[in-house]
Structure formats: structure tokens, C-alpha cells
């Protein structure tokens, strides 16, 4: 069974930085490509994505404040994130990719953890 | 705001038929980019529910379809059902100046009257 768990969240004050993790399981982490997705009030936000080569891309909301690694030695996907803003308050999914008829799709999300920045 | 618009709200009676829009543009779906479709149950993570514009993973009701034309994308629930109340996501890509981005369409809440 593909497990997928987060950890790291809390409080944190603006302009502060926090490390997530994402403990996989179940299925063969270094052949998959991996992402983090935020979801807030607002809905959900792709937030950065690594794939099976290292290479890491973001979108502009976050490109130059947060890092996305893995570690396929040990099942993990990390997000370090920096220069947090109140903006940035939400909770983070690890969310694993696969191919998905022409492209890929996240066929499987992490239960979340909760980031939320205030002073 | 969300690249891709959805209505904020939809409802209907069990049995019934109900439709989701996901309405983009040029950059994404009108791109030629495919459609994923995700089901959120209320305290829960999304969960995919239609794959490629209009395939579903093994486990998921056939009640639910998903179709795309042109810049739009449907989901529908034909016979929709009390346990389907939950918030629904359309994915697509969009080209970016950075390159590819991931994204999501603003939400649909579906209630189930």
C-alpha cells in the first residue's frame, strides 16, 4: 500500500524558515517523480515538484524561497522553505506522480501537515 | 484566483445528474493539455478521480465521467449520490515563462440536498 506521510509543520514567525519531510512507503520512491501542493481557503496550489533525476522546478509564488530535495536512500522528500510570509499559511500535501494517459497526474497525496505563519 | 474557473458551488437531489465545469484558456487546456479530475471528502486528502480527461482509476464509481472540449473540461455524476458530497478539483498544465506549471481550478463544493 503507497503511504505517503508528512511532518514538520507548526508555527512560524513571518520571515521565518521551516523544513518539511515526507516519509514514503509502498511503492518504488525512486522511480516516481515527487511534488508538494499547499491547499488553503482558497484551494489548492502546486508548490514545487523533483524528479526521478534530481531535477526540481517551482512556480513563481515560491521560486528563489523554497527548496524541494529528496533522499532516495531513505524514502524522503523534503521541502525547505524560507522567507515565509503569511500567504504562505497552509497545509502541505507530498503528493506522488504517474504517468497518466498523455501526461501525469498525482495519483496519490499524503494526509497533509499544517504550516501557519504569524507572529 | 485560480487559473482554471470552476463554480463555486453545485447541488442536487440523489439521483440525479449533476455537471462541473473547469473553464481555462489557450495556455492550458486549450493547449492541448490533459484534464485531471480530484475528489476531496470532507477532513480528507484529495483523491484522483478521472485521469486523461476522461479515464477513471480502478476503484472509482462508474457514475462519474469526465470529458473535455476545446479551453473547457466537464465532470459529471450521473446518479449522484449522498457519500459523493465533497469538494471537486480540476489539474491541468499551463505554460509558463519558468516552463510547466500545475494547475488547479478553484473548487466545486457539491452538495447532495
Known amino acids: 500500500e503507497v503511504q505517503l506521510v508528512e511532518s514538520g509543520g507548526g508555527l512560524v514567525q513571518p520571515g521565518g524558515s521551516l523544513r518539511l519531510s515526507c516519509a514514503a512507503s509502498g511503492f518504488t520512491f525512486s522511480g516516481h517523480d515527487m511534488h508538494w501542493v499547499r491547499q488553503t481557503g482558497k484551494g489548492l496550489e502546486w508548490v514545487s515538484a523533483i524528479g526521478t533525476a534530481g531535477d526540481t522546478y517551482y512556480p513563481a509564488s515560491v521560486k528563489g524561497r523554497f527548496t524541494i530535495s529528496r533522499e532516495n536512500a531513505r524514502k524522503s522528500l523534503y521541502l525547505q522553505m524560507n522567507s515565509l510570509g503569511a500567504g504562505d499559511t497552509a497545509v502541505y500535501y507530498c503528493?506522488?506522480?504517474?504517468?497518466?494517459?498523455?501526461?501525469?497526474?498525482?495519483?496519490?497525496w499524503g494526509q497533509g501537515t499544517l504550516v501557519t505563519v504569524s507572529s | 484566483q485560480s487559473v482554471l474557473t470552476q463554480p463555486p458551488s453545485v447541488s442536487g437531489a440523489p439521483g440525479q445528474k449533476i455537471t462541473i465545469s473547469c473553464i481555462g484558456s489557450?495556455?492550458?487546456?486549450?493547449?492541448?493539455?490533459?484534464v485531471h479530475w480530484y475528489q476531496q471528502l470532507p477532513g480528507t486528502a484529495p483523491k484522483l478521480l478521472i485521469f486523461g480527461n476522461s479515464n477513471r482509476p480502478s476503484g472509482v464509481p462508474d457514475r462519474f465521467s469526465g470529458s473535455k472540449s476545446g479551453t473547457s473540461a466537464s465532470l459529471a455524476i450521473t446518479g449522484v449520490q449522498v457519500e459523493d458530497e465533497a469538494d471537486y478539483y480540476c489539474q491541468s498544465y499551463d505554460s509558463s515563462p519558468s516552463g510547466l506549471d500545475w494547475v488547479f481550478g478553484g473548487g466545486t463544493k457539491l452538495t447532495v440536498l
Open positions: 489557450s495556455s492550458n487546456i486549450g493547449a492541448g493539455f490533459d
Open positions: 503528493v506522488r506522480v504517474s504517468p497518466c494517459g498523455n501526461y501525469h497526474c498525482f495519483d496519490h
